[in-house]
């Protein structure tokens, strides 16, 4: 057999080699995704989730709502602002559905920009008004505004 000829063979030796590499790659994918662990998260993960979403929501708070809320959120910087905190907060929105409070921060605020928040950092934002009033949360924190319609607030 001529060099020539050994060495094409050699290379389709590789070839052939290589794709069946890739197509053992291929079959086997699906066992190694079905043997992988599965199952819902740890709680300890779950808690981290909210605690990263309300302090997400505090860091937004502190940059777009304070100059007018106040960083305590119980005593507004300005005379026109609502409470967010504390007994003012819970007369107005105690008994009613968190939905309503995020819908009237995506909707109304900040003042000076309204609706110019994203909806995700609106979320955040609600999360951690809710937290600060003694809201219980999920674990996993809320991923979906709609997930709010099921919280009432004060209760």
Request: hydrophobic share 40%; with cysteine; glycine share 10%.
């Amino acid at each position: 057999m001529s060099s020539a000829r050994r060495a094409g063979t050699l290379d389709e030796r590789r070839r052939i080699s290589g794709l069946r590499v890739a197509c053992g790659s291929v079959l086997a994918a699906p066992f190694l995704i079905a043997s992988a662990p599965s199952g819902p998260a740890s709680p300890a993960s779950d808690t981290r989730a909210v605690a990263v979403q309300i302090a997400t929501g505090k860091k937004v708070f502190g940059e777009v709502c304070a100059a007018c809320h106040g960083m305590d959120q119980g005593q507004p910087s300005d005379a026109h602002s609502a409470s967010l905190k504390g007994q003012r907060f819970l007369t107005s929105w105690s008994g009613k559905p968190a939905r309503a409070l995020y819908g009237r921060i995506l909707s109304t605020m900040p003042q000076n920009d309204p609706g110019s928040l994203e909806a995700e950092t609106v979320l955040n934002l609600t999360a951690y008004i809710l937290a600060e009033n003694g809201q219980a949360l999920p674990n996993a924190g809320v991923k979906e505004p709609s997930e709010l319609s099921s919280i009432t607030i004060g209760q």
